[in-house]
């Protein structure tokens, strides 16, 4: 038996040679089911929030959010456009589903989907 490779490239050559296509398909379904259930433990999640500028002093809250930011918000109301380079509107990703059909799982209920939800927003 080969080792398998961190890339997972050479997953369908880790079988043992007897196994047939169909065996083959459900212990790779049933490795990666139970590898994304161990990934998605280990990391809480595979999405994260965090902050890309700094905060170097208690007085940063006044310029990051008020009395600050209202110079950002205005300037974007006069020019919607800038808003692309004055916020993260550019890099942000929404996706929105009561997760009542979740890849063929039926109704996993809004917070079961939400690993789903992640890996389309990944």
Known sequence: MKN????LENLDEV?????????IAK????FLKKLSESSHQFYGGKIQTA???PVLG???FNVWYT?????ISTTIRDNNLTSYELSNRGNLV???SDSTRVLGDGD???AGGLGVMEGKAF
């Not at 398998?4 to 890339?7: D, N, R, S």
């Open 58 to 60: 208690f007085n940063w």
């Open 108 to 110: 996993c209920t809004p």
């Open 67 to 71: 009395p600050g930011v209202s110079k």
């Open 15 to 23: 079988f043992p040679e007897n196994f047939t296509q169909e065996q």
């Open 4 to 7: 398998l490779k961190i890339t």
């Open 51 to 53: 902050p890309k500028a």
């Open 94 to 96: 929404a996706v929105v």
């Open 27 to 30: 212990a790779k379904t049933l």
